[in-house]
């Protein structure tokens, strides 16, 4: 989906008031690149905390808990570089939080997809847990939108995909 050279301009100018609002706040922009960085990096560590512990306890539940994701992220990723949706600063006149050198394939967000399956996933071992990842998979998708490389679409897609992935993957697992 494309945006109009008004709805650029709407975008930009709602965001730039986000934006500004962070950087009035001393450290604002450092802080919120280090949560888009801490939660990315924390997330990959769950997945191979949660991968282990299954492998360690029960291993039959481990196949669906990486097989599942492994085949719905390959998906994504393909279907982003097909789609190559525009990524908000490059159709709109605003100056990203968060530097990223691509450009593109924006839609869905492999970030809120990763995050939620990752989060959803953990159902299978822990829901305390799992709750606890999906808020920071919230606080991840806020962050990405916040920073200006993804549109909130991005992330909405991203969450939803993410859920229904996690939830496939925790369904098989418990079901073995």
Same mark, same amino acid.
């Given at each position: ?25 001393p ?33 039959l ?9 492994g ?57 305390? #847990? $799992?709750? *606890?990842? &999906?808020?920071? @998979?919230? !606080? %991840?998708?806020?962050?990405?939108v ?16 993410? #859920? $229904?992935? *996690?939830? &496939?993957?925790? @369904?098989? !697992? %418990?079901?073995?």
């Amino acid at each position: 989906m494309r945006l109009t050279d008004e709805g650029a301009r709407a975008y930009a100018a709602r965001y730039d008031r986000w934006a500004r609002a962070i950087e009035r706040c001393p450290g604002g922009t450092r802080l919120l690149r280090g949560v888009n960085h801490g939660l990315t990096l924390a997330f990959y560590g769950a997945y191979g905390v949660l991968l282990g512990w299954m492998a360690l306890g029960t291993p039959l539940r481990a196949v669906p808990l990486a097989a599942v994701p492994g085949v719905a992220f390959l998906l994504v990723s393909w279907y982003r570089r097909r789609a190559d949706a525009p990524r908000p600063y490059e159709c709109c006149p605003l100056n990203p939080l968060i530097a990223r050198e691509g450009k593109g394939r924006s839609f869905p967000s492999r970030h809120g997809f990763s995050s939620f399956t990752i989060a959803t996933c953990w159902f299978a071992a822990s829901a305390p #847990v $799992a709750v *606890g990842l &999906l808020v920071a @998979a919230a !606080a %991840l998708g806020a962050c990405r939108v916040l920073g200006g490389v993804h549109f909130p679409r991005d992330i909405v897609a991203g969450t939803a995909l993410g #859920v $229904a992935t *996690g939830a &496939l993957a925790c @369904a098989m !697992a %418990l079901a073995m």
